[in-house]
């Protein structure tokens, strides 16, 4: 098999890894800025997210939670911020995450 045929295949196997099939568009923001009176919570994955669609998944489901006001994830990192109403507890970002099929703690 020619390697660049291979490359393909790989890069294929890779690209259907990812849980979700629609990323952000390229050159559209990952998220709006954060909201005047907002903090920031810093997590960490268990794992760092390997493509767009990964990254455009976790920023869907914790900006899906009222409240939640910007989201800065990137491809390769392990580390998030969350920018969020103070009365949002850092457990329901926790749980957001959880239900769409990531593991994340709180950065120490």
């Known amino acids: 098999m020619p390697i660049q045929l291979l490359s393909l295949v790989l890069l294929a196997a890779l690209a259907?890894?990812?849980r979700e099939a629609s990323p952000t568009p390229a050159g559209a923001p990952a998220s709006p800025g954060p909201a005047a009176g907002h903090v920031a919570a810093a997590l960490v994955?268990?794992?760092?997210?390997?493509?767009?669609?990964?990254?455009?998944?976790?920023?869907?489901?914790?900006?899906?939670?009222?409240?939640v006001s910007a989201v800065e994830v990137r491809v390769g990192d392990p580390a998030l911020t969350v920018?969020?109403?103070?009365?949002?507890?850092?457990d329901a970002l926790l749980a957001a995450l959880e239900q769409a099929g990531e593991q994340a703690a709180p950065k120490p």
């Open 83 to 90: 920018w969020h109403d103070p009365a949002l507890a850092t």
């Open 16 to 18: 259907g890894a990812c």
């Open 45 to 67: 994955l268990h794992e760092a997210p390997s493509c767009a669609n990964c990254t455009g998944s976790i920023t869907r489901a914790l900006q899906a939670l009222p409240g």
